[in-house]
């Protein structure tokens, strides 16, 4: 599962820090950073799908977004009962500390 997330996260990161410093043009002297990439890899997706460049990044996001989902519902899948031990136990913990104090009543004044 380890080997799932790190393929996972390691092309978001790669994809989104590209993204978000060449969106902003933050290209610190590389090319491949710079806004006129940022355009031209757009325009030319664009030109191959046949869609207007501009919607391609929140493609791109709400395709990350069910992938994050359906990774991270594997994960739970896979871990559901230490999930449900860990739910139980913070369950019991939060109702005991519900519990009135044992000890004298004192009288009201």
């Known amino acids: 599962m380890k080997y799932i997330l790190l393929f996972w996260a390691v092309p978001m990161g790669l994809f989104w820090g590209w993204f978000g410093l060449s ?3 933050m290209n610190f002297g590389w090319l491949i950073l710079s806004r006129v990439v940022h355009d031209f890899a757009f325009r030319f ?3 191959m799908l046949g869609i207007d460049p501009a919607v391609i990044p929140a493609m791109v996001a709400r395709a990350c977004a069910v992938d ?3 990774i991270f519902g594997i ?3 896979r871990r559901r009962a230490d ?3 860990w739910w139980e136990a913070r369950r ?3 109702t005991a500390g519900a519990e009135p104090a044992a000890g004298p009543a004192l009288p009201a004044e």
């Open 83 to 85: 999930i449900r031990s």
């Open 45 to 47: 997706y664009g030109d």
């Open 23 to 25: 969106y902003y043009d």
């Open 75 to 77: 994960l739970g899948w």
């Open 92 to 94: 019991a913990a939060s």
């Open 68 to 70: 994050t989902a359906i």
